[in-house]
């Protein structure tokens, strides 16, 4: 652990001076909360990889957390080895989010107006690529899968995120599962990472 803020504004000062790899957010703190922050965060480092941690799968920040930029979001009350390991899939830029908080978020995005983005937009390779991110594959496992380079995948992701408009691989990986792709059964959002440090 390279740093320690007790609220939001801090947090923000010490991503600036110690420019971690991973940054476990609580969501509730006092002088500025921590989606705000997150919200900050992203807007001056937007590959900045950040977990939320919470107390209630119900809370309702998660989507806006998720919107925000997260690419996890775990109960505070998670394994330590969960922990570690949500750790490790963020670190490599996969999502890691607890299967109790992916069906909240599912629930929410469907309240949500469709975007008028669709996957018309995609190649048939991006939407392979989308459907095998949405599997929870790293970028690697979807190169090997696909007898492409990683650099070719990662560039398949940019434009999938582009075309339709999301930030991050956690949105890419809910947009595939709510518009049918994959069922909540095939994704995988907190596995074991073989990419992973």
Do not use: C
Not at 24 to 31: G, I, R, Y
Not at 88 to 113: A, C, F, H, Q, Y
Request: hydrophobic content about 40%; overall charge negative; aromatic content about 4%.
């Amino acid at each position: 652990m390279v740093g320690e803020a007790a609220n939001g504004l801090k947090a923000i000062e010490m991503v600036e001076k110690l420019n971690p790899d991973v940054i476990l957010m609580d969501l509730s703190m006092p002088v500025m909360d921590g989606l705000e922050a997150i919200r900050r965060i992203n807007a001056i480092r937007p590959d900045e990889r950040i977990i939320v941690l919470t107390s209630y799968p119900g809370d309702d920040k998660l989507f806006p957390a998720i919107k925000a930029g997260a690419l996890g979001y775990l109960l505070k009350n998670s394994q330590p080895d969960e922990l570690v390991q949500s750790i490790r899939n963020v670190s490599s830029g996969e999502p890691s989010l607890n299967p109790t908080i992916v069906w909240r978020l599912l629930r929410d995005m469907s309240s949500v107006e469709k975007t008028k983005r669709s996957t018309d937009e995609l190649s048939d390779r991006e939407i392979e690529v989308l459907r095998l991110l949405t599997q929870g594959k790293t970028d690697q496992e979807i190169a090997d899968q696909l007898v492409l380079t990683n650099v070719t995948i990662r560039t398949h992701v940019s434009r999938v995120l582009t075309k339709l408009g999301l930030k991050n691989r956690v949105q890419a990986a809910l947009y595939g599962i709510r518009s049918g792709m994959v069922t909540l059964d095939e994704a995988n959002f907190t596995d074991d990472n073989p990419d992973g440090p």
